[in-house]
T-cell receptor, first 113, second 115 residues
Framework: DQQVKQNSPSLSVQEGRISILNCDYT??????FLWYKKYPAEGPTFLIS?????DKNEDGRFTVFLNKSAKHLSLHIVPSQPGDSAVYFC????????????FGTGTRLQVTL | DGGITQSPKYLFRKEGQNVTLSCEQN?????MYWYRQDPGQGLRLIYY???????QKGDIAEGYSVSREKKESFPLTVTSAQKNPTAFYLC??????????????FGPGTRLLVL
């Protein structure tokens, strides 16, 4: 039972344009969400997070939007750069559960010149 | 400089053999985690530890064992009972295990292959 879903396995975007990566979840208990970026044969690196008390969080070129009623979050990257090409994982956790993260299956982003 | 180290980068296991993957952190984090990644799948939690000398099973603990004798170290043993051990193994740590909002930081990973 996949509680965190990333339905697009891959996405291709031109350099300078906006990249939008989507994530859906089914567990209404989740109240903290994170995005990680991963290059091949490396560990994921933390990008940005959002708590369920907010609906938007920005950090430079990265913005995460949370729609609790739809159980949906998205990561916007503007403008996209070739170095952004990687696999992006969304993850979710429930407050007070020892920071146990449930990960989605990832979306591979390719930023083309 | 602070971080998480995993060794070795590649590990080969023969049939019936136990192998141990190392994970060390110098971030002074209380909590440590082991995940497994298979192609086309997300990360799945194997074991986690909130404090020294204590650990809990994650979602796929069968065939694995861990120990947490020191705060900075959390080795994972892949036993012969794990029938499909070929995967990319990731270790992570975080500061406040019970906050539910603490970011996990990951090591570079170990790729385990069965001969």
């Amino acid at each position: 039972d996949q509680q965190v879903k990333q339905n697009s396995p891959s996405l291709s975007v031109q350099e300078g344009r906006i990249s939008i990566l989507n994530c859906d979840y089914t567990n209404s208990m989740f109240d903290y969400f994170l995005w990680y970026k991963k290059y091949p044969a490396e560990g994921p690196t933390f990008l940005i997070s959002i708590s369920s008390i907010k609906d938007k969080n920005e950090d430079g070129r990265f913005t995460v939007f949370l729609n609790k009623s739809a159980k949906h979050l998205s990561l916007h990257i503007v403008p996209s750069q070739p170095g952004d090409s990687a696999v992006y994982f969304c993850a979710a956790s429930v407050y007070g559960t020892a920071s146990k993260l449930t990960f989605g299956t990832g979306t591979r982003l390719q930023v083309t010149l | 400089d602070g971080g998480i180290t995993q060794s070795p980068k590649y590990l080969f296991r023969k049939e019936g053999q136990n192998v141990t993957l190392s994970c060390e952190q110098n971030l002074n984090h209380d909590a440590m985690y082991w995940y497994r990644q298979d192609p086309g799948q997300g990360l799945r939690l194997i074991y986690y530890s909130q404090i020294v000398n204590d650990f809990q099973k994650g979602d796929i603990a069968e065939g694995y064992s861990v120990s947490r004798e020191k705060k900075e170290s959390f080795p994972l043993t892949v036993t012969s009972a794990q029938k499909n051990p070929t995967a990319f193994y990731l270790c992570a740590s975080s500061r406040e295990p019970l906050a539910g909002t603490e970011t996990q930081y990951f090591g570079p990973g170990t790729r385990l292959l069965v001969l």
